[in-house]
């Protein structure tokens, strides 16, 4: 069914000097995948790597996404240095657990990882929120009013800030910064200069009031504290980082569903009879049995009974394959008629599923970054700040006003550089668009999946599923003169009746809408590959008092069923099965009493709103491609009805080689977006650089895309790619204003114009500014709505 199977498994000690063509590491290398611990944004990932890059021979790539290190390393070096490595980069480093011949599942009471961080965010949000009021709103500052928001604003700082202080820390020890250096900076400096304005100035003298201002004079700020400043910062972080949090922990899904598609446990023969084991226990060489409507366990040949097997989870094919004894079965794939005996090829890491796990998983790995510009200048700015805190500090000093000038207007230049309505910027804006999706039925699942969203420029369509239906309907019955439509649809949806062929259930359904009740069938027979034949008695006369039936030997099936029974089409069904197969659709004849009389036309069905799509999609400058497993002809046919340019379909593509598509556009320096709903669209999902899938469709498509149109409809696509440059926009300009705030008050704040609590006042009024922006996302419209 595909030649993925049949590819070798290449992880370790390969023959080639050099890189191999698909990416696997060279000869006398080794490859394992560690996974990384205490990375909290881009630059961490970026530091791992460099770190592990300094090894002799060693070859790293760091995701942050996964927090995963995929290693290429020599085979004389004990992994063990690998871990050795991260560590002294002061992160952590885990081995991957040995196989186990057992399925591995996680338990069903598993801690949720994100848990302990929630927990961290509300309670600061609890704390924080009275500290914030008190701060504000002069009028709630009753006596002592100071004193209780140190009470609460300090395990905030102390204890909601932690991750901050101990990243920071962590950096601090390996000579490095990032932003949460400065955040750990300006929370207790703030924390730091408010305990001394209480205990050693005049801010904690009973019924001190601390009014809002913009005024202050230079020499100010003994009398003034920044509890609310600090304790904001902290919950606005913390939320920053719940979001990304929670988006991280789902970037492992698209594996795990691919997998959860294979049969958990499979019936093998031993001695005669069937045992039931797990399917981890099955090896190569062993004969299992699979029941209709039960997934194959494994990859196979077939040895005992034919049946209709339905791979449309892994190949995307609409019409279920017809197998028999010595043809290959996929593991994964549903049996949708008889019972088969299957002995095993190939198990474990070598099936056509786990192999497409690993192209989704390399696909995922060669993303594009996270777009996290707050992260990215990190290096710069962080180092920057800092350097003008401690140069205002030594100027101030300097003039001879005394410590407390210098230090308000350092802790001034710290505060109003913490990356407040940075660490805002991206989430506000993504729960925003996020849940305006969701209302419209547009699932967006990071700020990651936005970066290129604006460059799109060419949109791949899968067929099956995603602009037709992938459900077989009959599309139109020709018969010779004399006989009616529905005499001839009325026999052959008798006769498919008791059929479990998907085209034998759209011919009776469609004869059953179309007729009524249909007549019993006797002596019933399934050919398969071929058709099925059976006997059907019906009335002769409605009108006929005696109730005289005439009996029809009925043939229905494939051309090829009439001609071994020497039944000849006549020319003008020989035509219409001619034009069927052109349109590429299934031609099924159908004779009685040794003549054929009919042709029933049966295809995958277009759905109603694909062509409006395809027009709205040109309609915003974008190129419209359809990508299918299918005959040339069914997808020429589908295309011209949507409105796809002949020269823009790439047909008969197997399922491994639709990422590689994906990729040969981006070669061609396309941005690609991808449109699926099938497993053999994940690894082309997760390659685009835009993957949207539909909700109706598989959870592995799901998970591997970066967007999922719950209703399936096609149309959403229009509206998803709208949304999601218009929420890109929102974030580009959030981190714009959030970094113009500060470097515009930086000068101010160095100068000694800015005390500490109106810095407070210009974070949290930037960070409204941010949360209004994002909100402008609520107003939304669809296109076609």
Known sequence: ??????????????????????????????????????????????????????????????????????????????????????????????????????????????????????????????????????????????????????????????????????????????????????????????????????????????????????????????????????????????????????????????????????????????????????????????????????????????????????????????????????????????????RLVVR?????ADTQLARMARLVEDAQNGKAAVQRLADRVSGIFVPVVIAIAVATLGFWLGTGDGAAPAFTAAVAVLIIACPCALGLATPTALLVGTGRGAQLGILIKGPEVLESTRRVDTVVLDKTGTVTTGAMEVRGVHTVDGVEEDTALRLAGAVEAASEHPIGRAIAAAAETATGSLPDVAEFESLPGLGVRGVVAELLSKDDAAGAVVAHAVLVGRPALLAEHDIALPPDLAAARDAAEAGGNTAVGVAWDGVARALVVVGDTVKPTSAEAVRELHRLGLTAMLLTGDNGAAARAVAAEVGVAADAVIAEVAPEDKAAVVKRLQAEGKVVAMVGDGVNDAAALAAADLGLAMGTGTDAAIEASDLTLVRGDLLDAVDAIRLSRRTLAVIKGNLFWAFAYNVAALPLAAAGLLNPMIAGATMAFSSVFVVTNSLRLRGFRPTHR
């Not at 500052?141 to 820390?169: C, D, E, K, M, N």
């Not at 001190?208 to 003034?224: E, K, L, N, Q």
């Not at 095993?344 to 474990?348: E, F, I, N, P």
């Open 344 to 348: 095993a090829t190939r198990v474990g």
């Open 1 to 338: 069914m595909s030649n993925l199977a049949s590819e070798p498994s290449t992880d370790r000690a390969l023959v080639s000097p050099t890189t191999t063509t698909d990416g696997a590491p060279p000869a006398a290398l080794s490859r394992i995948e560690l996974s990384i611990g205490g990375m909290t944004c881009a630059s961490c990932a970026n530091r791992v790597e460099r770190k592990l890059n300094k090894l002799p021979g060693v070859t790293a790539s760091v995701n942050y996404a996964t927090e995963k290190a995929r290693v290429d390393y020599p085979a004389d070096l004990e992994p063990t240095a690998l871990v050795a490595q991260v560590e002294a980069a002061g992160y952590t480093a885990a081995l991957p657990a040995p196989p186990s011949s057992e399925p591995s599942e996680p338990p069903a009471d598993a801690p949720d990882p994100t848990r302990a961080l929630r927990h961290r965010l509300v309670l600061s949000t609890v704390l924080a929120a009275p500290v914030v009021a008190f701060a504000m709103v002069p009028a709630l500052q009753f006596t002592y009013w100071q004193w209780i928001s140190l009470t609460l604003a300090a395990p905030v700082v102390v204890w909601g800030a932690w991750p901050f202080h101990r990243a920071a820390w962590t950096n601090l020890r390996h000579g490095a910064a990032t932003m949460d250096t400065l955040v750990s900076m300006g929370t207790l400096a703030a924390l730091g200069w408010s305990l001394y304005a209480l205990l050693l100035g005049t801010a904690g003298t009973p019924g001190m009031t601390h009014p809002f201002t913009f005024t202050v004079a230079p020499g100010a700020g003994a009398d003034a504290i920044y509890l609310e400043v600090a304790a904001a910062v902290t919950v606005f972080i913390l939320a920053g980082r719940y979001v990304e949090a929670r988006s991280k922990r789902r970037a492992g899904a698209a594996l795990q569903a691919l997998l959860d598609l294979g049969a958990k446990d499979v019936s093998v023969l031993r001695s005669g009879s069937e045992v039931r084991i797990p399917v981890g226990r099955l090896g190569v060489g062993d004969r299992f049995v699979v029941r209709p409507g039960e997934t194959i366990a494994t990859d196979g040949e077939v040895e005992d009974g034919s049946s209709a097997v339905d791979a449309s989870m892994v190949t995307g094919e609409s019409v279920p394959a017809e197998v028999r004894p010595g043809d290959a079965v996929v593991g994964g794939c549903v049996n949708a008629g008889g």
